[in-house]
C-alpha cells in the first residue's frame, strides 16, 4: 500500500504542477503565456493529467487515480473501500505540495499581478455565477461524465478490442480535455476534491504577494460535488457490470 501511496502522492503533484502551472501562466502578470485563455488552459490540463497517470503508474500506483472522486467511485463500484483513506491522504498532500512548487516556479509574478482574484485562480477553482444549486450540480455532472467514462474507457468490453496497452492515460487526458472545454465554463471543472482543496490550502498557507482570501466559502461546492458525482458515477457502473 505504500508504494500505491507513493504512486498516488506523485501522480497528483505532477497533475497540479502542470495543471495550475498552465493556469499561471495564462492568468499572471509578465507571463510569456499571459491571455492565452481557455484553449490553452484545457489543453494543459489534459495534459497534466496525461501526465499524473504516467507519473503514478511508474511510482507505484496501478490505479493512478490522482482524485478522491475516481478512488470513491471505483471503490462504490468494486465494493472495496479499503484504499479510499490512505489514497485521499496521499492525493492531497501531492496537491498541497504540487501547488507550493508553481508559486515557487512564478515566484516573481505574484507581486506584479495586483489582482487577488487571479491569484487565487491559479489555485482552485470558482464559479462564472455564484449560485449554489447550479455550481453544485455543475460539479456533479462534470465528474459522473469522468468517472462514468474512465470506467467505460477501461471496461471489459472495451478491453476485448483495445485500447492498447499504454494508451489509457491519452485517453483519459482527452476525456478531462473534452470535459474542460463542453462542461468547464460554468464552475472551472474542479471535478476533483485534492486538485481544488489542497491547492487552497497551499494558497491560505504560502507567503504569497499581495494575496487575498481564499474564498471558504465557495471551497465545499469543489468538495462536495465531485464526490457526489463519482459515487453516482461508481453506482452506475456497479449496476450495470462495467
Given at each position: 500500500?505504500?508504494?500505491?501511496?507513493?504512486?498516488?502522492?506523485?501522480?497528483?503533484?505532477?497533475?497540479?504542477?502542470?495543471?495550475?502551472?498552465?493556469?499561471?501562466?495564462?492568468?499572471?502578470?509578465?507571463?510569456?503565456?499571459?491571455?492565452?485563455?481557455?484553449?490553452?488552459?484545457?489543453?494543459?490540463?489534459?495534459?497534466?493529467?496525461?501526465?499524473?497517470?504516467?507519473?503514478?503508474?511508474?511510482?507505484?500506483?496501478?490505479?493512478?487515480?490522482?482524485?478522491?472522486?475516481?478512488?470513491?467511485?471505483?471503490?462504490?463500484?468494486?465494493?472495496?473501500?479499503?484504499?479510499?483513506?490512505?489514497?485521499?491522504?496521499?492525493?492531497?498532500?501531492?496537491?498541497?505540495?504540487?501547488?507550493?512548487?508553481?508559486?515557487?516556479?512564478?515566484?516573481?509574478?505574484?507581486?506584479?499581478?495586483?489582482d487577488q482574484g487571479l491569484k487565487l485562480a491559479v489555485f482552485c477553482t470558482g464559479p462564472a455565477i455564484r449560485n449554489f444549486a447550479a455550481n453544485l450540480?455543475?460539479?456533479?455532472?462534470?465528474?459522473?461524465?469522468?468517472?462514468?467514462?474512465?470506467?467505460?474507457?477501461?471496461?471489459?468490453?472495451?478491453?476485448?478490442?483495445?485500447?492498447?496497452?499504454?494508451?489509457?492515460?491519452?485517453?483519459?487526458?482527452?476525456?478531462?480535455?473534452?470535459?474542460?472545454?463542453?462542461?468547464?465554463?460554468?464552475?472551472?471543472?474542479?471535478?476533483?476534491?485534492?486538485?481544488?482543496?489542497?491547492?487552497?490550502?497551499?494558497?491560505?498557507?504560502?507567503?504569497?504577494?499581495?494575496?487575498?482570501?481564499?474564498?471558504?466559502?465557495y471551497a465545499v461546492i469543489p468538495v462536495i460535488g465531485p464526490l457526489i458525482g463519482g459515487g453516482l458515477a461508481g453506482a452506475l457502473l456497479r449496476v450495470i457490470g462495467v
Amino acid at each position: 500500500m505504500l508504494a500505491k501511496c507513493f504512486g498516488e502522492f506523485m501522480g497528483t503533484l505532477i497533475l497540479i504542477l502542470l495543471g495550475d502551472g498552465v493556469v499561471a501562466g495564462v492568468l499572471l502578470k509578465r507571463s510569456k503565456a499571459e491571455g492565452a485563455g481557455w484553449m490553452v488552459i484545457t489543453t494543459g490540463w489534459a495534459l497534466a493529467v496525461m501526465a499524473g497517470v504516467f507519473v503514478a503508474i511508474a511510482c507505484g500506483s496501478s490505479d493512478a487515480h490522482l482524485n478522491p472522486a475516481v478512488t470513491l467511485g471505483f471503490a462504490v463500484s468494486s465494493g472495496q473501500f479499503e484504499k479510499l483513506a490512505p489514497y485521499i491522504v496521499a492525493q492531497m498532500a501531492g496537491a498541497f505540495v504540487g501547488a507550493t512548487l508553481v508559486w515557487l516556479q512564478y515566484l516573481p509574478h505574484w507581486k506584479e499581478t495586483p489582482d487577488q482574484g487571479l491569484k487565487l485562480a491559479v489555485f482552485c477553482t470558482g464559479p462564472a455565477i455564484r449560485n449554489f444549486a447550479a455550481n453544485l450540480i455543475s460539479e456533479i455532472i462534470g465528474t459522473f461524465v469522468l468517472v462514468f467514462v474512465v470506467g467505460a474507457i477501461f471496461s471489459k468490453a472495451v478491453a476485448a478490442g483495445g485500447p492498447a496497452a499504454g494508451l489509457g492515460p491519452y485517453l483519459v487526458g482527452a476525456l478531462v480535455w473534452g470535459i474542460g472545454l463542453s462542461l468547464g465554463g460554468t464552475t472551472g471543472y474542479a471535478i476533483n476534491p485534492a486538485r481544488d482543496l489542497g491547492p487552497r490550502l497551499a494558497h491560505a498557507a504560502l507567503p504569497i504577494a499581495g494575496k487575498g482570501g481564499a474564498d471558504w466559502g465557495y471551497a465545499v461546492i469543489p468538495v462536495i460535488g465531485p464526490l457526489i458525482g463519482g459515487g453516482l458515477a461508481g453506482a452506475l457502473l456497479r449496476v450495470i457490470g462495467v
